[in-house]
T-cell receptor, first 117, second 114 residues
């Protein structure tokens, strides 16, 4: 069974600085998707970035980028130029790319990010 | 295009009561799911559906029923509410097209069972 582990329950970063959130996962599959979701106090789940396992190039979305290390099964999220609006709970998630009935996304337990003004 | 909508936003139930959490999407997505979110637990899959008329159990299905009579709607029913079902519930729909996949979440329903 696949698992997703976020070892940092909480982190803090100074506004305008860079922070990296860690995520490791375990799977025996070769093709899958990885995601980072942001959940602000409004509780809305917002997709931040996604990575296809077959792509070696790390995904980037504006100030958000990932460091995807497939052999190490690591998928960290880097937030550059942190802003107050980045304060939220961040979830790392995994989904198999194989087409099957199961639509399951496996989530980590989350990392709460605080932005210090 | 409203995306994924959920009603109600907040609900208080007494133990033993039943209720239905509504979920609808207007994006014509085949895949829909229900998750619950508890403190320190992340999101866990309750039930999911791969299309109208097809549903299946997820990780924590006990105490919940679902049905999918239309593509748009995927209601979650609590048969006899228990305090352990106090949680935040998220509905999601997923688009899969040409290897590209994105899951859209609703705003959530906060449920308190006394």
């Amino acid at each position: 069974a696949q698992t997703v582990t976020q070892s940092q329950p909480e982190m803090s970063v100074q506004e305008a600085e860079t922070v990296t959130l860690s995520c490791t996962y375990d799977t025996s599959e070769s093709d899958y998707y990885l995601f980072w979701y942001k959940q602000p106090p409004s509780r809305q789940m917002i997709l931040v970035i996604r990575q296809e396992a077959y792509k070696q190039q790390n995904a980037t979305e504006n100030r958000f980028s990932v460091n995807f290390q497939k052999a190490a099964k690591s998928f960290s999220l880097k937030i550059s130029d942190s802003q107050l609006g980045d304060a939220a709970m961040y979830f790392c998630a995994y989904r198999s790319a194989f087409v099957r009935r199961d639509d399951k996304i496996i989530f980590g337990k989350g990392t709460r990010l605080h932005i210090l003004p | 295009n409203a995306g994924v909508t959920q009603t109600p936003k907040f609900q208080v139930l007494k133990t033993g009561q039943s209720m239905t959490l509504q979920c609808a999407q207007d994006m014509n997505h085949e895949y829909m799911s229900w998750y619950r979110q508890d403190p320190g637990m992340g999101l866990r899959l309750i039930h999911y559906s791969v299309g109208a008329g097809i549903t299946d159990q997820g990780e924590v299905p006990n105490g919940y029923n679902v049905s999918r009579s239309t593509t748009e709607d995927f209601p979650l029913r609590l048969l006899s509410a228990a305090p352990s079902q106090t949680s935040v519930y998220f509905c999601a729909s997923t688009i899969r097209a040409g290897g590209h996949e994105t899951q859209y979440f609703g705003p959530g329903t906060r449920l308190l069972v006394l």
